[in-house]
């Protein structure tokens, strides 16, 4: 499985961004896909993202009310709209995909793209 991600940039706080993960390869058997991000000095931590085989969405507490997660089956293309943006959404942020096989279950990343909020 590889992803690609796009959308990220710079923004001041109160504006918007669209990410993109466009996946392809090996994507059948795909059963979770979603964005995670990671701010210096912390843990990658989860953002939203499809589970339970794509059929159901989990979103962090912080961002439920101004993130949304979306998908387009037919470009294989995970979305995340980003409004409401604060600062302390500045993180590199990173497309996973997890894929059921032989040895359970892998993870794929993306190369991760930068988002950075101006105050």
């Known amino acids: 499985v590889q992803l690609v991600e796009s959308g990220g940039g710079l923004v001041q706080a109160g504006g918007s961004l669209r990410l993109s993960c466009a996946a392809s390869?090996?994507?059948?058997?795909?059963?979770?896909m979603g964005w995670y991000r990671q701010a210096p000095g912390k843990e990658r931590e989860l953002v939203a993202a499809f589970i339970s085989g794509l059929t159901t969405t989990n979103y962090a507490d912080d961002v439920k009310d101004r993130f949304t997660i979306s998908r387009d089956n037919a470009k294989n293309t995970v979305y995340l709209q980003m409004n409401s943006l604060k600062p302390e959404d500045t993180a590199m942020y990173y497309c996973?995909?997890?894929?059921?096989?032989?040895?359970?279950?892998?993870?794929?990343w993306g190369q991760g793209t930068q988002v950075t909020v101006s105050s």
């Open positions: 390869g090996d994507i059948l058997r795909i059963i979770a």
């Open positions: 996973n995909a997890k894929r059921t096989g032989w040895g359970g279950v892998s993870d794929y």
